[in-house]
């Protein structure tokens, strides 16, 4: 199957129309003239190198093997039901040698090549900011040198400084995967890995999970920035309008719950947060009725918030009904403001 990197994720995991506006939160990518790969923004050109020699080499002997095919085909083929072979030629040692050395060669070469690119990403420079990013089904957090800030689902870089990531996965395999960027690496449960990268262009750039890890892999996506040095100073990872804690709550619920809970109803991994809060009679919001598991036992409760605290942190206490077999990931460490933000922004949903 084809597989469009320059297509939003999300639209396409929905299977939407090429036509319907893309979602704001994945940028459309210059291609170069061959729609190959997308424009390099990083230091790591050398994978380049390496793809295009190695697609020359295929349509190279792609072409080779099936003109000599074709030829034959015509040339060679039986006039008559009962014309005689027009060789019976079974053997040619100078032949077989040179197609088995001459591949050999480039295939050498080729591996040469990888082999030097896969060590080029892993040998962190000196003085490289380190960054971490986890990996957990379905979205990415960052974490930031010396900073106690997360970010989740969006990332920023300074221009021209080089990154290194550790990468950590809290549950299944995943890969860090940044076209743009020529990057590549599994995110291993139970052991650290690691990359490093240069950006060298401003703009917003993909990372995609690159390793099936369940249902929603295709919506494991993550926003990039590569900023200047002034704009990198703000800190835009901890902007949080506290005057509108919804809006704050939205990029959360887009960054870390979209993966497994709709707002329309539809049932995903996660029960829709359609319903969580209502308008009474008076258009006031309230809680709604929810069925819960507690301890396998069947209860209807009020949500309140502290239903919605309890089931952020430890959403094993009380199983939402219809969903009682599926797992949430716990976030036990998101900031307070954060889930505040979260339930303001749930509480805007009442009534639609
Ligand atoms: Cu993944």
Same mark, same amino acid.
Request: proline share 16%; with cysteine.
């Given at each position: 199957m084809f597989v469009n990197l320059f297509q939003d994720p999300v639209n396409a995991a929905q299977g939407?129309?090429?036509?319907?506006?893309?979602?704001?939160h994945a940028p459309a990518q210059t291609i170069d003239a061959w729609g190959q790969l997308p424009k390099l923004a990083s230091t790591f050109g050398d994978v380049d190198g390496l793809f295009y020699f190695t697609y020359a080499v295929c349509i190279f002997f792609f072409v080779l093997i099936f003109a000599a095919l074709l030829y034959s085909v015509i040339?060679?083929?039986?006039?008559?039901?009962d014309q005689p072979a027009a060789s019976n030629v079974t053997h040619n040692t100078p032949l077989e040698v040179v197609w088995t050395v001459i591949p050999l060669i480039i295939v050498m070469v080729m591996f040469a090549w990888g082999f030097k690119g896969s060590l080029d990403m892993t040998n962190v420079p000196h003085g490289a900011r380190q960054y971490k990013a986890t990996a957990k089904q379905w979205n990415w957090t960052f974490s930031y040198p010396n900073d106690p800030v997360q970010s989740y689902g969006e990332l920023w870089l300074e221009v021209g400084k080089p990154a290194s990531f550790l990468l950590e996965s809290t549950d299944v395999l995943h890969a860090f995967y940044m076209p743009s960027m020529r990057v590549k690496r599994d995110v291993v449960p139970g052991r650290y890995q690691k990359v490093w990268f240069q950006p060298i262009e401003k703009g917003e750039y993909h990372l995609f999970c @690159?390793?099936?890890?369940?249902?929603d892999h295709s919506k494991m996506y993550a926003k990039v920035h590569v900023v200047d040095a002034v704009e990198y100073a703000k800190r835009p990872w901890d902007q949080w309008d506290d005057n509108n804690p919804a809006k704050g709550g939205e990029s959360r619920y887009k960054a870390l719950c979209s993966s497994c809970h709709s707002l329309d109803g539809t049932p995903l991994t996660g029960p829709s947060w359609k319903g969580l809060f209502v308008k009474d009679a008076s258009g006031a919001i309230v809680g709604g009725q929810r069925d819960v598991f507690v301890g396998g036992v069947k209860e209807t409760i009020t949500v309140d918030d502290a239903y919605i605290i309890e089931s952020i942190?430890?959403?094993? @206490?009380k199983k939402a009904a219809g969903h009682e077999k599926n797992a949430m990931t716990a976030f036990?460490?998101?900031?307070d403001r954060e889930i505040h933000g979260i339930i303001e922004f749930m509480k805007t949903l009442a009534g639609k």
């Open positions: 939407v129309a090429e036509s319907v506006p893309q979602n704001p040339k060679w083929h039986r006039k008559t039901y @690159a390793e099936y890890c369940g249902d942190k430890n959403p094993e @206490a036990p460490n998101l900031p």
